[in-house]
């Protein structure tokens, strides 16, 4: 079972609206959790982190946590056409130490439209 | 940030032949992570590398198929051994400190024809 499920699969949103991604996780030990996009042909970019319980934003993005829940969820307000990616949602463990040993979803399509 | 730069961009080799990745960080770095990604999908961690220690992989990827090498702090190669056409993907280094967001190459297209 994938340990971290990310919907809708794709979403379609026109310019200038709100884009949201869902995430959960189903392993307790993954509380930790960031969003990365991936543009067509290149590497996933980090967008931000959320490790603690509530809303986190940065510019158009807001991230929200539920560690009830293991809940995450990510907002793009002003959705742009540069936006239009594959969005990851990815997870991991506390206490790993070292580097981060990321779990990744299979990733939410975004379309925006003109 | 860190900059990590993958050669080739893409390969086409036929079926049980091997080949190698390389993946060179522009500053040293402590880990080096593998991940495969089959099209348009999910990034599997493939494995972890440390220099000067022998890798360490994740279920389903074995040291014999996928060996890795880490001879130094800016450096890692991964070798895909007995290549079939399942293991079309792309292959992308990455690297992160410890609750920092992890930086990646623009990956490796690999075809097994």
């Known amino acids: 079972q994938q340990k971290v499920q990310q919907s809708p699969e794709s979403l379609s949103v026109p310019e200038g609206g709100m884009a949201s991604f869902n995430c959960t996780s189903s392993?307790?030990?993954?509380?930790y959790f960031w969003w990365y996009r991936q543009h067509s042909g290149e590497g996933p970019k980090a967008l931000m982190?959320?490790?603690?319980?509530g809303d986190k934003k940065e510019g158009r993005f807001t991230a929200h946590l539920n560690k009830a829940s293991l809940h995450v969820s990510l907002h793009i307000r002003d959705s742009q056409p540069s936006d239009s990616a594959l969005y990851f949602c990815?997870?991991?463990?506390?206490?790993?130490?070292?580097?981060?040993?990321?779990?990744f979803g299979k990733g939410t399509q975004l379309i925006i439209q003109p | 940030s860190v900059l990590l730069y993958q050669k080739p961009n893409r390969d086409i080799c036929q079926s049980g032949t091997s080949l190698k990745i390389q993946c060179v960080a522009d500053?040293?770095?402590?880990?080096m992570f593998w991940y495969q990604q089959f099209q348009e999908q999910s990034l599997m961690l493939m494995a972890t590398a440390n220099e000067g220690s022998e890798a360490t992989y994740e279920s389903g990827f074995t040291k014999d198929k996928f060996p890795i090498s880490r001879p130094n702090l800016t450096f890692s190669t991964l070798t895909v051994n007995n290549a079939r056409p399942g293991d079309s993907s792309i292959y992308f280094c990455?690297?992160?400190?410890?609750?920092?967001?992890?930086?990646f190459g623009h990956g490796t297209k690999l075809s097994v024809l």
């Open positions: 982190s959320i490790f603690s319980d």
């Open positions: 500053s040293q770095v402590v880990s």
């Open positions: 990455s690297t992160g400190r410890h609750n920092e967001r992890l930086f």
């Open positions: 990815a997870a991991r463990a506390p206490n790993t130490g070292g580097a981060d040993r990321l779990t």
């Open positions: 392993d307790r030990n993954f509380q």
